[in-house]
């Protein structure tokens, strides 16, 4: 059983489209890591939230604590936008990892 | 502003061998992780420094793995002897203060074990 489960595994959209990536975690958490991996490599860290919502740009995280789910949404989506998209969840100094989702997003 | 610094970026190594990683953190942060990434097991955080002193090291698969941060400026990994499973990409990352704050990553260390 995966402490962190994340949905869709794979995703293509279409530029501009909306875009809803899905996190749900079964562990108490001190707080919700969104993470972006870059078709390189690279790991940038997008969002940390322990409540509500936070938008940085085309990009907002939101969590429910009491469902235990955030989700991570890109609108006007971009072929930048590409790339894998992680959620970790974090209890005292302990990370739960997602598989992560991959995002194409097509000119 | 340089970011995190990981050396080298690729390792090709033999089994049996000793490997070392090396990190160098963000000016000014006192926080640095170590992590390891692989298709089967996704990202793992192996070990976690505050102030250069180990916090937790649950992460650490087993002994033949071991990390030390000597200075708030560099920290190295070695697996030793080293196996083909080790065969991940090691991520380095740093914080201002603590896994309450935004983690910078490096860009990682390719490791291939023949």
């Known amino acids: 059983k995966n402490e962190v489960e994340q949905s869709p595994q794979n995703l293509t959209a279409q530029e501009g489209e909306f875009i809803t990536i899905n996190c749900s975690y079964s562990v108490g958490i001190s707080a919700l890591h969104w993470l972006q991996q870059h078709p390189g490599g690279g790991i940038v860290s997008l969002f940390m939230l322990s409540s509500g919502k936070k938008k940085h740009g085309r990009l907002i995280a939101t969590i429910n604590i009491q469902e235990k789910h955030s989700s991570l949404h890109i609108t006007a989506s971009h072929p930048r936008d590409s790339a894998v998209y992680i959620c970790a969840a974090r209890t005292g100094n302990q990370f739960y990892f997602g598989t992560g989702t991959s995002l194409t997003v097509i000119p | 502003d340089a970011g995190v610094i990981q050396s080298p970026r690729h390792e090709v190594t033999e089994m049996g061998q000793e490997v070392t990683l090396r990190c160098k953190p963000i000016?000014?942060?006192?926080?640095l992780f170590w992590y390891r990434q692989t298709m089967m097991r996704g990202l793992e955080l192996l070990i976690y420094?505050?102030?250069?002193?180990?916090?937790?090291d649950s992460g650490m698969p087993e002994d033949r793995f071991s990390a030390k941060m000597p200075n708030a400026s560099f920290s190295t990994l070695k697996i030793q002897p080293s196996e083909p499973r080790d065969s991940a990409v090691y991520f380095c990352a740093s914080t201002p203060g603590g896994f309450q704050e935004t983690q910078y990553f490096g860009p990682g260390t390719r490791l291939l074990v023949l």
């Open positions: 420094f505050n102030n250069n002193v180990p916090i937790d």
């Open positions: 000016s000014g942060h006192n926080s």
